[in-house]
């Protein structure tokens, strides 16, 4: 029974460490890597405006979402669900008062954004991909480096809230 | 005396009426315009991102600043003053409360944007066009309406709190 015992135990670590890259190999690319986004889209910051907008609380950011021309296409015409192909930005910076231009206004009125905080956000559609998440997967990089599964694993329950909106919060701002 | 005076009053009326015109028929457009940018630049929503920000006191606004080509260019080569064509556009909307939002954030801090609200404003750079104003024309339309000239000559002496800055107050957002 220990000789049994001892031989199950070393097969199965084997067969632990061998089984799962055998299969890597026989699949493509896309069916190994994670659920999430882990690229960030290249020249989202050249992507046309959506629409703004300010968090206060822990976040304290004013925003920017912006879309590549497929998000900007079917928002213009109310499309939903958003294509194949859509990616959303969200990109945020600190939420400053601005002493310049209070100063010209005479009084405190007046904030715009500071360095860039809270990460750069992307939605991206892919039905397949990402059919376990409303069909979108979700990325944040921060300082350029994707933030881990545990975090992005918070996005969708909250993206759950609109799902009649294809699970997007922002609405266009004409 | 009187016979004299009458002819040079109606010579002065006829010169006031007619004059102008001769002129206007000789010069082009350009010359005869007013120092304010009376035409909706075409395409300013499909502009890329400068910066956003967001107003309080009576504007109560959140908004977006986009640039033409020459504008985004120009920022994020950090040129100084800006070329002659650059078109820097601020769009504003009403700052609002997002119900939807702060119920899945479980607390109030979600603001967004409203409807369109203040105007969309425009900077025009034609250093001769625009030289009493450092070389900026400035416009405002409400509902596609230019506002009127009185309002907009308040624009230049709040800008000229930035001439170190080629009068601009929004810096570039990466």
Known sequence: MKRIGLWLAVVATVA????????EAQQPTE??????????????????????AQE???????????????AIKAYR????????GTIIARLAYDYVP???NNKVFGRPQSFVAGPPKNGVQFMVKDSKKYAATGGWGYAQFDDG????????KTCF???EAVKSRDYVFSRYSP
Request: proline share 12%; net charge negative; aromatic share 6%.
């Open 145 to 152: 480096k994707p933030a881990d599964d545990a975090m992005l």
């Open 16 to 23: 632990g460490v061998v089984v799962p890259t055998a299969i």
């Open 31 to 52: 069916e190994a890597a994670p659920v999430f986004v882990k690229k960030i889209p290249p020249g989202y910051r050249d992507w046309r405006l959506i629409t703004v």
């Open 157 to 159: 329950p909250c993206h």
């Open 98 to 100: 601005s002493e310049e």
């Open 77 to 84: 015409a109310g499309t939903l669900p958003f294509p194949e």
């Open 56 to 70: 206060r609380g822990e976040l304290n950011d004013i925003r920017a979402v912006l879309g590549n021309d497929k």
